[in-house]
């Protein structure tokens, strides 16, 4: 993040705190409950962003090497990453073009060939099928049948996959502006150390929700990070649809009285990156988080969550990995043992009839920004105009 941006955002946060205040949205944003219960709305959801939308699918560093590829279903789509021979990314539907069995699963490196496990079909990493018996498929030839390319970008360390062949995936778009700061991380350069999947009775959206607001961190995070942030300060801006939340640690009000010049402000504070339309790019302190978050087939309160933690350097010593677990330890203590039992009581009450909507107060302008920002992205149909759709109010 440039300096300049640095100093601007403390200034920001150190205002709030003289001032006790925090960002404030224009006005109070009423979103109704069937954002998070109607199955229209589900299928919608499936449609025009799980399949319809590019998808944020992972950091660079997970993917460094010609040969790695990481296979993944979660947004409902078989899909295949792989870094071919060439250092780029390809991108496939995971769908055999004998009968459609998976040609790969998980995650792995030093691939040179795909070979389907039913028939063995097999794969180059360009995804061209290197032989077809003749006798078997007369008339056919391997061109016939490579694997069913997608859409894949790689950008300033990150990767964004969209489960709709022949689309246009436009980059630039779709960070509205994050591009230069996003390239100032050098993402790139991180390494992976651990990925954990969380499946959770409750819309995927909530994951999303409960990172968007601090002023929980005091009540609810008292006893695991509470003490580390200032209480009910967040700033916030928006880059087309994604967002950038400003967590700040109580250490950050140190630099008033330090030379502007040497304000280091990504060392006093947490950032939440939307990157519209399921997941968080979260940067804490010294260390980056992944979030995704996906329905669970077509249930409106089922989903699948995954946290991933990457790490400036390789955890190469023992002291290095406890360092990092230890890290991992009170995310996990944080957000799946004290934010996700909160989210599944509120999935819960949606069921009991109490309220058409939820209120997202002035002080929470990122939640509102987000769900208008899905509002917009599923009020359109196909040919642009914006179509009456039941929002439950
Ligand atoms: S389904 Fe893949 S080889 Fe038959
Ligand atoms: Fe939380």
Same mark, same amino acid.
């Given at each position: ?17 003289? *001032? ?25 959801? @499936? ?35 792989? @870094? ?27 691939? *040179? ?52 062949? =022949? ?75 994604? =967002? ?81 677990? @230890? ?20 999935? @819960? ?22 769900? *208008?920002?899905? *509002? ?18």
């Amino acid at each position: 993040m440039e300096h300049a941006t640095q100093v601007a955002l403390t200034k920001r946060v150190i205002d709030f705190v003289d *001032r006790n205040t925090t960002e404030l949205a224009d006005a109070v944003y009423l979103n109704p409950v069937s954002t998070y219960t109607s199955p229209e709305q589900a299928e919608r959801e @499936r449609e025009l962003l799980f399949r319809g939308h590019p998808l944020f699918f992972a950091l660079s560093c997970e993917l460094p090497k010609p040969g790695d590829y990481r296979a993944d279903d979660l947004s409902g789509v078989p899909i295949l990453v792989v @870094r071919g021979n060439d250092g780029r990314l390809n991108a496939f539907l995971n769908v055999c073009r004998h009968r459609g069995a998976k040609v790969a699963t998980g995650r792995g490196s030093g691939k *040179r060939l795909f070979v389907c496990p039913y028939h063995a079909f097999t794969y180059d990493l360009d995804g061209r099928l290197t032989k077809l018996p003749a006798e078997g498929f007369p008339g056919l030839t391997c061109d016939d049948r490579s694997l069913v390319k997608i859409p894949v970008a790689e950008r300033h360390g990150l990767i964004w996959v969209q489960a709709t062949p =022949g689309a246009d995936l436009d980059v630039d778009a779709l960070l509205g502006g994050l591009g230069p700061e996003m390239a100032s991380y050098n993402l790139a350069s991180y390494s992976h150390y651990k990925t954990q999947m969380l499946t959770k009775d409750m819309n995927w959206k909530l994951v999303i929700d409960t990172f968007l607001e601090t002023w929980h961190v005091a009540t609810l995070h008292r006893e695991t990070v509470g003490p580390i942030f200032q209480p009910n300060v967040n700033v916030f801006d928006a880059f087309g649809r994604n =967002g950038r939340l400003i967590i700040p640690r109580r250490t950050m009000m140190e630099l008033k009285s330090q030379p502007e010049s040497g304000w280091d402000f990504l060392e006093h504070s947490a950032i939440v990156y939307t990157l519209f339309p399921n997941a968080l790019l979260v940067w804490q302190g010294d260390h980056f988080e992944t979030w995704r978050s996906f329905p669970v087939g077509d249930a409106t309160a089922k989903c699948v969550a995954e946290a991933a933690l990457f790490t400036p350097k390789p955890a190469v010593t023992d002291k290095e990995k406890r360092h990092w677990d @230890r890290n991992f330890d009170l995310l996990m203590r944080t957000v799946d043992a004290e934010d996700f039992p909160v989210c599944l009581d509120i999935q @819960r009450g949606f069921g009991a009839g109490a309220q058409p909507h939820i209120t997202f107060g002035r002080n929470e302008p990122a939640l509102g920004h987000y769900h *208008r920002s899905l *509002r917009e992205a599923l009020g359109r149909d196909a040919d642009g105009s914006t179509e009456a759709f039941d929002w439950g109010t």
